[in-house]
């Protein structure tokens, strides 16, 4: 834990929640990660995107709708920033019109990140920079574990003839040694295809596959003690899709796909996370122009805070 004097988020009776910098839940900006133990970083970035654009302004507005984030967790306990020296680091500065370029952007700054024992908590951006931060945590951890909670296996094989989009890190990770295979769950997949090795293909390399109708009706606390139980003491790295979630409650996303995860459900996938050796998360493809109510970007703030929260350093009172 960072020595110095412990940042705490700015208080709605300090300065009104609608007022003040936008920053990830009104808290202090750093520049160094050597400064701190967690650091928000913001990747506004949707050039690897199929389908609706828009994911380049998901950071902004998240930051935004995290203004009414206090910081204790009243549901859990947990009191991140009783041991925590957090901040938010700004933002990856992304290459527009360069998907190749941003890639090594992006890997070279979260390098930075990790070599200086600070957490990263990222704010999407597109799913593809899951690859670039990966390959970062590989440098510091080796392969790690994953809970990856999404519509899509994002398992392509390639895109338009493209290796690297938001739909091929993860088959592009297991090529690269970034993931212990056997220690990977995918929950939520769901929808349409183009061939049952869409999700037969995760499976093969000994990724758990938990497909949406399994987790209908039900709590997914049983599902994340056996993950917990599969996963052990491995570093492991938590990436969440937006559209894992139902468009019911996350509608502002660039491909929404049906009957998929109540939020109670994501926050149960996220605090089931408690206990392991969780060493980065990332919350992607929020997609402000189509969320038009703020909801889906307040969603996403809150399940950041929920990833801060069961960071292993992180006390329940």
């Known amino acids: 834990m960072n020595t110095n004097s412990l940042n705490q988020p700015l208080g709605g009776n300090d300065m009104p929640r609608f007022a003040g910098p936008a920053t990830m839940m009104r808290l202090p900006t750093a520049e160094d990660p050597a400064d701190i133990d967690v650091g928000f970083i913001g990747v506004p970035f949707d050039i690897g995107t199929s389908n609706r654009a828009g994911a380049r302004f998901g950071p902004r507005q998240i930051r935004a709708e995290s203004a009414m984030l206090r910081p204790y967790n009243m549901a859990t306990g947990a009191a991140p920033f009783d041991s925590l020296q957090v901040a938010d680091l700004g933002d990856v500065p992304v290459n527009t019109f360069n998907l190749e370029k941003s890639i090594a952007i992006i890997e070279d700054y979260y390098r930075r990140v990790v070599t200086a024992d600070c957490i990263p908590i990222t704010l999407g951006g597109d799913h593809t920079i899951?690859?670039?931060?990966?390959?970062?945590?590989?440098?510091?951890?080796?392969?790690?574990?994953?809970?990856?909670?999404?519509?899509?296996?994002?398992?392509?094989?390639?895109?338009?003839?493209?290796?690297?989009?938001?739909?091929?890190?993860?088959?592009?990770?297991?090529?690269?040694?970034?993931?212990?295979?056997?220690?990977?769950?995918?929950?939520?997949?769901?929808?349409?295809?183009?061939?049952?090795?869409?999700?037969?293909?995760?499976?093969?390399?000994?990724?758990?596959?938990?497909?949406?109708?399994?987790?209908?009706?039900?709590?997914?606390?049983?599902?994340?003690?056996?993950?917990?139980?599969?996963?052990?003491?491995?570093?492991?790295?938590?990436?969440?899709?937006?559209?894992?979630?139902?468009?019911?409650?996350?509608?502002?996303?660039?491909?929404?796909?049906?009957?998929?995860?109540?939020?109670?459900?994501?926050?149960?996938?996220?605090r089931g996370a408690k206990g392991l050796n969780v060493v980065g998360g990332d919350l992607v493809e929020v997609a402000p122009p189509y969320d038009t109510s703020g909801n889906t970007s307040l969603v996403a703030a809150n399940l950041l805070y929920e990833i801060l929260c069961v960071l292993p350093d992180v006390p329940y009172r």
Request: hydrophobic fraction near 45%; charged fraction near 20%.
């Open 130 to 270: 899951a690859l670039p931060i990966l390959r970062a945590l590989k440098s510091k951890y080796g392969p790690v574990a994953m809970i990856h909670v999404d519509a899509h296996a994002d398992v392509n094989d390639h895109m338009f003839g493209e290796p690297i989009a938001h739909g091929t890190p993860f088959r592009r990770a297991v090529e690269e040694g970034l993931l212990i295979a056997g220690k990977v769950v995918q929950i939520g997949l769901r929808g349409t295809g183009y061939t049952a090795d869409d999700f037969d293909w995760p499976r093969s390399q000994g990724f758990r596959v938990v497909t949406a109708e399994e987790c209908w009706y039900k709590s997914l606390a049983p599902l994340m003690a056996e993950v917990r139980e599969q996963i052990g003491d491995a570093p492991v790295y938590i990436s969440f899709d937006i559209d894992g979630l139902d468009p019911a409650f996350a509608p502002g996303t660039g491909t929404p796909e049906i009957g998929g995860l109540s939020i109670m459900q994501g926050l149960e996938v996220i």
